[in-house]
């Protein structure tokens, strides 16, 4: 199913998932969808591997958290990040090293201070290889980090193969 996409979420420098900068990170692109989810997408390189050919449990933990914690993104535009409190994932199969890796999350409830959110890592075939769920507290992101993240780190890097749409198995 073709999804549209509202928006592209911003990178840091040295963040593990997100972190354009750092040698052994993701990388990972974020893009808001029309139907309220936002989806994940990364290529793993072989330093993300546990077992030959397959992306490290931890890896997947990393990639489900960061992407549930951002959703709330979609519906709070000004500055308000998760700050994971809670956080559990069933591996259910095998994630491969040679290919992209796609994750979709979204917001299942929300009050004024908390989100809950679920998350999938999903194989090309539609198949969810992994799934996680958290509970994250709303902060700003001024009091998450010391000094000034958004002017020294923060960025909307915009690429040329970046999608109108995304086929989201």
């Known amino acids: 199913m073709k999804v ?7 990178n840091s420098r040295d963040c593990f998932v997100c972190g354009l900068d ?3 990170g993701l990388k990972s692109a974020f893009f808001e969808l029309e139907n309220g989810e ?3 997408r990364f290529q793993p390189a072989e330093g993300h591997q546990s077992y030959p ?3 490290h449990g931890g890896v997947s933990a990393a990639i489900l958290d960061e992407t549930i914690g951002r959703a709330v993104m979609n519906h709070n535009k000004n500055g308000v990040w998760g700050v994971t409190l809670e956080f559990s994932m069933k591996l259910r199969k ?3 090293l040679d290919r992209e890796v796609v994750v979709k999350a979204r917001i299942t409830s929300e009050n004024k201070r908390t989100f809950e959110g679920t998350g999938e890592i999903v ?3 539609g198949s969810v290889a992994v799934e996680g769920k958290g509970r994250y507290l709303k902060m700003d992101l001024g009091r998450i980090t010391d000094g000034d993240f958004e002017g020294e780190q923060w960025e909307i890097t915009v690429c040329d193969d970046d999608p109108q749409e995304i086929d989201v198995p």
């Open 22 to 24: 750092n040698a052994m």
């Open 123 to 125: 194989l090309e075939d």
């Open 94 to 96: 095998p994630v491969p």
């Open 53 to 55: 050919g397959r992306l």
């Open 4 to 10: 549209r996409v509202t928006g592209k979420q911003p």
């Open 38 to 40: 936002l989806l994940a």
